[in-house]
Nanobody, 116 residues
């Protein structure tokens, strides 16, 4: 069992930046960030492969968000720049050891609110 703990959420003005952190109690194969806005379904944001550092982003955040990892700290980050009000959501960190079956480790979520 891998425990994931997110931090770094908060309130920021449009155009501002935030960095989210996800501390993992163990290693998985892939770590991802998802978000869920009020009244909407949870959506994929970004993911990174622990071993290679390979990344992939949703089109809505490409060029603005950067996912990275610190192997020594077992921590994954999401640097969010040029934030927009539509980025407002609860952001969740997730992990999996088997991409074929999806993500099955989830954090508790951290709120990000972007004011206009």
């Amino acid at each position: 069992q891998v425990q994931l703990v997110e931090s770094g959420g908060g309130l920021v003005q449009a155009g501002g930046s935030l960095r989210l952190s996800c501390a993992a109690s163990g290693r998985t194969f892939i770590m991802g960030w998802f978000r869920q806005a009020p009244g909407k379904e949870r959506e994929f944001v970004a993911r990174i492969v622990w071993t290679t550092g390979s990344t992939y982003y949703a089109d809505s955040v490409k060029g603005r968000f950067t996912i990275s990892r610190d192997n020594a700290k077992n921590t994954v980050y999401l640097q969010m720049n040029s934030l927009k009000p539509e980025d407002t959501a609860v952001y969740y960190c997730a992990g999996t050891r088997d991409q074929a079956i999806g993500y099955y480790y989830w954090g508790q979520g951290t709120q990000v609110t972007v004011s206009s």
